[in-house]
């Protein structure tokens, strides 16, 4: 809690605190309770002390506040006053070099404070405060501990190795202060929360009460910000302190909330016809789950986002099966244009989806099932060379994506998963290759060729031959509209014919060497 601020700084900001609280504590000042020995102070010699613009002013305020210029006075709990010139707003502002490490302060009524408050800081500073006994103890359950373990009669306390004098200062100003509401909402939440912090320490009920009323209703600015209220208050309800309000900005009663809320955030994304609203919120939505995987604590968090998202997938699957044998239909020849433009739409819509939550899924290395679902739909595939290449295509790059997240390794599928996909979705790939690059400005040729060519060097060489030979016939009839995993072919050639030679002399050469050797 303590300031890193420079000596001069501090004094600097110690002294306008004191002129602050001159005109704060004015204006909402509870009535003390001023000792009965006290005798009223002789007007005539006030007024003439007075010059006429203070015979203006009321004559008694809760706060004067002097600097110490005498940087060699010694400072102890002996004390007994402070015989300072006040500061009013009117005295100069001392050049910086000069300016004093000792500050007094005196709360309430001028002359009627019975006991000397002094804080010793961290860095060397001196504040004296000149309260009332009463004020304190009735605020305060660390100060009235405090006064029953000492004599009535000791005329000063002292705090030393003070962290945050402003602070302390600024809190016991507060029990002074009538209306606790109107003097926080001028502040920072930052600085309230760290009077928050000393009130706790002082037992100071009416100023927690109030510090949480503000934080529960001010904005909180950045997630710094948030983090030191929400650890400020989650200390104080370890002690049985009521937070609940402003916890429930942070968290929520309801254990199925997270789980609903993705589930309406992701339908809402996914069935939304407005394109430019579609392309800002899936970003959002792909970024905010990037950070949630990034965090080691949000294992259960993102086991349901997981649930969510393949619950997601299989609707869209189903519903774009649906598209299909509706596009597919011997039917469908009499359905007029306007609904065949429409089912089109709805067609890339949903491969749009797909590959969204694809996306998703390959970012948080969790795609496998998903490669197993997309590599199963053979009654799609079937379907899809009956479709216009117009209708189409968008699927294609559902496909073209997974060959990159396996090639990638963001998804280990296993070899049969693998082998059925390139079965199933290689040769309708192929086909719509030519739209795609034309159609999808996502698609990066050189990335979906490499990621082809990976995948396809991950099964048996056996298997490698067969798709890459199937590849080839397709590559010498379509040429630059059909992908090209040269790179892969180039592999398997030579684990085909240079690699069984090289290791055919190889174990030659040492037989060669052990007939020698006898």
Not at 22 to 34: A, G, W, Y
Not at 40 to 69: G, M, W
Request: hydrophobic fraction near 35%; charge should be neutral; proline fraction near 5%.
């Amino acid at each position: 809690m303590g300031l890193q601020i420079t000596g001069v700084r501090r004094t600097e900001n110690l002294r306008k605190l004191a002129n602050h609280w001159v005109i704060e504590l004015d204006r909402c000042r509870s009535p003390l309770n001023k000792p009965k020995n006290l005798s009223p102070p002789d007007n005539n010699s006030v007024q003439k002390n007075q010059n006429p613009r203070t015979e203006r002013k009321p004559s008694a305020t809760p706060l004067r506040a002097a600097i110490a210029f005498d940087d060699h006075q010694n400072v102890g709990p002996d004390a007994s006053g402070i015989s300072t010139p006040v500061v009013t707003e009117r005295v100069p502002r001392p050049k910086v070099e000069g300016m004093p490490r000792k500050v007094a302060i005196e709360f309430g009524e001028p002359g009627t404070g019975d006991m000397k408050f002094v804080l010793l800081g961290k860095q060397g500073f001196c504040v004296k405060l000149s309260v009332h006994r009463n004020i304190l103890v009735e605020n305060s359950n660390y100060f009235a501990d405090k006064f029953s373990e000492q004599e009535s009669g000791i005329p000063c306390l002292e705090i030393s190795d003070c962290e945050d004098v402003e602070i302390y200062v600024e809190t016991v100003g507060l029990m002074y202060c009538k209306d606790m509401k109107q003097w926080l909402i001028k502040q920072s939440v930052s600085r309230v929360v760290r009077i928050l912090k000393l009130a706790e320490l002082l037992g100071f009920n009416k100023c927690i009460q109030s510090c949480l009323e503000y934080l529960e209703a001010v904005p909180w600015v950045g997630e710094e910000e948030e983090e030191k209220v929400v650890s400020s208050v989650l200390r104080l309800q370890s002690e049985g302190i009521g937070v609940t309000p402003i916890l429930k900005r942070v968290s929520s009663d309801v254990t199925k909330a997270p789980k609903d809320a993705l589930f309406q955030i992701m339908e809402l994304v996914l069935k939304s016809n407005e394109e430019r609203g579609r392309r800002e919120m899936k970003s959002i939505v792909l970024k905010l789950l990037k950070e949630n995987n990034n965090l080691s604590n949000c294992a259960g968090s993102t086991d349901i986002c997981y649930v969510t998202i393949y619950s997601s997938c299989r609707s869209c699957l189903n519903s774009l099966l649906s598209l299909f044998k509706q596009v597919t239909d011997p039917g469908s020849a009499d359905i007029p244009i306007d609904n065949k433009e429409t089912v089109v739409k709805r067609i890339a819509l949903e491969a749009d989806n797909l590959s969204w939550l694809l996306d998703i899924l390959a970012d948080s290395q969790a795609a496998d099932e998903f490669a197993q679902m997309w590599a199963s739909q053979q009654e799609m595939a079937n379907l899809h060379e009956k479709l216009h290449i117009v209708s189409r295509y968008h699927v294609s790059f559902i496909t073209a994506r997974l060959f990159v997240g396996i090639g990638r390794g963001e998804m280990l599928p296993s070899k049969d998963t693998r082998h059925l996909l390139l079965q199933t979705w290689l040769q309708p790939l192929i086909n719509d290759y030519g739209w795609l690059q034309h159609g999808c400005r996502s698609l990066d040729r050189k990335v979906v060729e490499e990621g082809i060519g990976r995948t396809i060097l991950t099964l048996p060489l056996e298997d490698q031959q067969s798709i890459l030979l199937g590849w080839l016939s397709s590559f010498l009839k379509a040429g630059h509209n059909c992908p090209n995993p040269q790179r892969a072919f180039e592999v398997w050639w030579r684990r085909t014919f240079i690699r069984p030679h090289v290791e055919t002399q190889g174990s030659q050469f040492q037989s060669d060497s052990s007939m020698t050797s006898k």
